[in-house]
């Protein structure tokens, strides 16, 4: 697939006289949008053969959206990216299974306030965190970005509170985009490349 992506934007480049900057960002959008692509249909299949298609829906859904605005560690290759994102998901939903329903609204909602503050304290350091693919340098883009990974937060604690409060049987949902959201705010620490360089170099 890295080699279609290839060679496509090359094809592109010649035909659009595109220069070398514009030929990478065009490289990055399409290695993310087939890497999105692949990682939702394998987490589809992982989750609807345990059994937790929907759980692991959420959790997918929520690191995607926050993934947008927030970047974060990229496998090298798209198959990395297409396992990882297989095992995550759905071993949220595995979580969320076993645990929500011994959590009471009390618990649930220190795990949430827990999960977003350490959320605001990791973008405010680290977002909008870029790869060598996608190198992020001006200064209104790093902004833009920052602003857009704030408001997101903010947005998703809204929403999950009033879930919590008028739904409160909906707590594995809740737990489960609460947990998608740990993972993909980790993925833009230094620990979280450095976890998912050590995976790269694991399936290599």
């Known amino acids: 697939m890295s080699n279609f992506i290839n060679q496509f934007s090359k094809h592109l480049q010649s035909e659009l006289n595109l220069n070398e900057e514009r030929t990478e960002v065009v490289i990055f959008g399409l290695y993310t949008f087939f890497s999105t692509v692949a990682g939702f249909a394998a987490v589809i299949v992982i989750g609807y053969l345990i059994g937790e298609l929907k759980l692991s829906l959420t959790a997918a859904t929520t690191i995607s959206i926050f993934r947008s605005v927030s970047g974060g560690a990229h496998s090298k290759q798209l198959r990395n ?3 990882l994102g297989a095992m995550v998901s759905p071993g949220i939903a595995i979580i969320c299974k076993l645990v929500s329903p011994m959590l009471t609204v009390l618990v649930l909602s220190i795990i949430i306030a827990v999960v977003w503050l350490f959320s605001l304290r990791s973008v405010f350091e680290f977002a909008p965190a870029d790869t060598p693919k996608r190198p992020i340098t001006r ?3 790093r902004k833009k970005f920052r602003r857009l990974s704030f408001a997101f937060l903010i947005i998703w604690i809204i929403a999950v509170l009033m879930v919590l409060v008028l739904k409160p049987y ?3 949902f809740i737990l489960a985009s609460t947990l998608g959201l ?18 790269d170099k694991f399936l290599s």
């Open 182 to 199: 740990l993972w993909q705010v980790y993925s833009i620490t230094p620990d979280g490349y450095r976890l998912v360089n050590r995976f």
């Open 139 to 141: 200064p209104d883009e």
């Open 81 to 83: 990216c297409t396992i």
């Open 170 to 172: 909906l707590n594995g």
